[in-house]
Antibody, heavy 119, light 112 residues
Framework: QVELVESGGGLVKPGGSLRLSCAAS????????MNWIRQAPGKGLEWVSY????????YYADSVKGRFTISWDNAKNSLYLQMNSLRVEDTAVYYC????????????WGQGTMVTVSS | DVVMTQSPLSLPVTLGQPASISCRSS???????????LNWFQQRPGQSPRRLIY???NRDSGVPDRFSGSGSGTDFTLKISRVEAEDVGVYYC?????????FGQGTKVEIK
């Protein structure tokens, strides 16, 4: 069964760092493209970052560029998001989501992990 | 960035009646490969989003056939032929043709 499970969220002060993880099962990570998407409390969805499992093509939203780093570990079938210089406006549920091989963006989603940036 | 504009933002519907959500993009979503990467997502209360429709009109596995997608270019529609109680939630359109990927604001579907 295809599944994504996020972890690593929590409470952090402005300017702090956090590393999110997304463990994949039921498929070979390196065959797909993966994303991080976030949702601030009571708000809509915002795509954050993308990585290709094959050629490590990487994209970021302007709102996180230079502060967040996406990466993956093929051996662990896991995706990561290193978040530095966190701001109050980064407070959100962070989802990892897979791109389908032929169907395109976000065919499978994880359950999300909450990140709260507050002093 | 491509702006995705949904309407209405709130949609009260009667059980068993049809519902329709519009999504317009600020530029054409036709990709150079000929595909149009317009998807629809459903987010039930307290749950993660779930993809319903990809590339305008293709239903994902397990999605009831009362959901259908249509449109082209910059104008797209999600229709529910007969709304059921489990359809309550927020629906988002999303474009994957241009970077960055962008979502509409969401349409909240509720039962009257």
């Amino acid at each position: 069964q295809v599944e994504l499970v996020e972890s690593g969220g929590g409470l952090v002060k402005p300017g702090g760092s956090l590393r999110l993880s997304c463990a994949a099962s039921g498929f070979t990570f390196s065959d797909y493209y993966m994303n991080w998407i976030r949702q601030a409390p009571g708000k809509g969805l915002e795509w954050v970052s993308y990585i290709s499992g094959r050629d490590t093509t990487i994209y970021y939203a302007d709102s996180v560029k230079g502060r967040f780093t996406i990466s993956w570990d093929n051996a662990k079938n896991s995706l990561y998001l290193q978040m530095n210089s966190l701001r109050v406006e980064d407070t959100a549920v962070y989802y990892c989501a897979r791109d389908g091989k032929w169907s395109g963006a976000f065919d499978i989603w994880g359950q999300g992990t909450m990140v709260t940036v507050s002093s | 960035d491509v702006v995705m504009t949904q309407s209405p933002l709130s949609l009260p519907v009667t059980l068993g009646q049809p519902a329709s959500i519009s999504c317009r993009s600020s530029q054409s979503l036709v990709h150079s490969d000929g595909n149009t990467y317009l998807n629809w997502f459903q987010q039930r209360p307290g749950q993660s989003p779930r993809r319903l429709i990809y590339k305008i009109s293709n239903r994902d596995s397990g999605v009831p056939d009362r959901f259908s997608g249509s449109g082209s270019g910059t104008d797209f529609t999600l229709k529910i032929s007969r709304v059921e109680a489990e359809d309550v939630g927020v629906y988002y359109c999303m474009q994957g043709t241009h970077w960055p990927r962008t979502f509409g604001q969401g349409t909240k579907v509720e039962i009257k």
